[in-house]
């Protein structure tokens, strides 16, 4: 490794922006490997003194301004694209809520060692992260349990790296080489999505995308079931829910849908809004059939 340039997005969270920093801060230092780091941060819009918490604690991160409506995948290409202009040998995305763990470096220098010598390229590495509460694996990288459904395994923890299909950006090493082969995280993506994407996109360029070893990171998976709450809507709100970019994101997944899986996507469609007209049903008889196939 030699400069790279760390890239996060926030809004509103100024206590997990602050203790990811730190983390980060920390690994670094304790990495005795010789290279330099930038940190770039898309702030969109915070209002809970984000901004001036980071520029106080953290001067040296270089602090962008959003437009207030860019959301996670918005503001990762608005940060990712100012860093471009450092022409930095690798990019670490990295979520504002992700606390990584001192060996991340380490790791990441004996993978990209893997990667090239095993595929004889530079790849994508994917840091898996535990969520602290339950102790289960909450991020990291992901196979297909079925390609044309569109369902999916969290790979489980492990000593050696993992070659995976889907990556979670929570943590994700991207060398110059594969930017300049596929470039950032595409337009289209609103919310999420765009870091499955990312991956999906590589491989069908055949650069690897791999799953470092152990638990490099902490980040809660605090995401509630979306649809137990659709179902306590009234049909108005569960139309803005379903387009709603925090919501269902329906937009970013309909745009997925059609640039990676178009035999699915008139199924997806329909179910998009199956699920809005009948919530209970598509709860009841398709989700949760859905979750213990991804589950299994």
């Not at 980060?24 to 809970?48: F, H, I, P, Q, W």
């Not at 990762?76 to 763990?101: I, P, S």
């Not at 060996?103 to 790849?123: D, P, R, S, V």
Request: with cysteine; net charge positive.
């Amino acid at each position: 490794m030699q400069n790279f340039a760390v890239l996060l997005t926030c809004f509103n969270r100024k206590a997990k922006t602050l203790a990811a920093l730190t983390s980060l801060y920390k690994s670094y230092e304790y990495y005795s490997g010789n290279c330099t780091m930038s940190v770039y941060l898309t702030d969109d819009g915070s209002t809970d003194g984000t901004r001036k918490a980071v520029s106080e604690q953290f001067p040296k991160v270089n602090i962008l301004q959003g437009s207030g409506d860019l959301y996670w995948a918005g503001g990762m290409r608005h940060t990712w694209a100012a860093a471009l202009k450092g022409n930095y040998d690798a990019y670490l995305l990295l979520n504002d809520d992700t606390n990584v763990r001192q060996e991340l470096f380490e790791q990441i220098e004996k993978t990209a060692a893997y990667c090239l010598h095993n595929f004889q390229q530079k790849g994508i590495l994917i840091g898996a992260t535990i969520d602290v509460n339950t102790q289960k694996v909450s991020y990291g990288g992901s196979l297909f349990n079925n390609r044309f459904l569109a369902t999916m395994r969290l790979l489980p923890i492990s000593d050696k790296p993992q070659q995976c299909e889907l990556g979670n950006a929570n943590i994700m090493w991207v060398p110059n080489t594969v930017v300049d082969k596929i470039g950032m995280l595409s337009e289209g993506y609103i919310h999420g999505m765009a870091d499955y994407d990312y991956t999906l996109k590589a491989l069908k360029h055949k650069i690897p995308a791999l799953v470092l070893p152990g638990i490099l990171g902490e980040c809660i998976n605090d995401h509630s079931d979306p649809y137990l709450k659709l179902m306590k809507l009234s049909f108005k709100d569960r139309i803005k829910m379903l387009y709603n970019p925090v919501g269902l994101d329906f937009s970013s997944q309909v745009h997925h849908m059609k640039k990676h899986f178009p035999l699915r996507f008139p199924i997806f469609y329909v179910a998009g809004w199956f699920k809005v007209v009948f919530p209970k049903v598509y709860y009841n008889l398709i989700y949760k059939n859905r979750m213990d196939l991804e589950n299994s």
